[in-house]
């Protein structure tokens, strides 16, 4: 069992910055790849960021943020982070931190937190 606690939400105008923090506690925190969701109001959970299960390890991200976001780990910690910059009202969202045993994730399986609000203001 895995259990995830996001922060690090919050309300920014367009163009700021933020940075979601996701804790995690039980089994080995280096035995899951990380990800990070997000799901806007009337919209399908979509994808944002994954990175593999090593801090410095493999990442991709979603091509609508591309560039602007950037996931890391700190296994010492037992926390991923995502810092996102250059925000947009589009970005709008709760965002879901998801560990999974599997790289690359897939959002189907493992552990998911209670999610996080980012509201981005223009």
């Known amino acids: 069992q895995v259990q995830l606690v996001e922060s690090g939400g919050g309300l920014v105008q367009a163009g700021g910055s933020l940075r979601l923090s996701c804790a995690a506690s039980?089994?080995?925190?280096?035995?899951?790849?990380m990800g990070w969701f997000r799901q806007a109001p009337g919209k399908e959970r979509e994808f944002v960021a994954a990175?593999?299960?090593?801090?410095?390890?493999?990442?991709y991200y979603a091509d609508s943020v591309k560039g602007r976001f950037s996931i890391s780990r700190d296994n010492a910690k037992n926390t991923v982070y995502l810092q996102m910059s250059s925000l947009k009202p589009e970005d709008t969202a709760v965002y879901y931190c998801?560990?999974?045993?599997?790289?690359?994730?897939?959002?189907?399986?493992?552990?998911w937190g209670q999610g996080t609000q980012v509201t981005v203001s223009s």
């Open positions: 998801n560990a999974d045993p599997n790289f690359p994730i897939s959002g189907k399986y493992g552990y």
């Open positions: 990175i593999s299960y090593w801090s410095g390890g493999s990442s």
């Open positions: 039980g089994r080995s925190f280096n035995n899951y790849a």
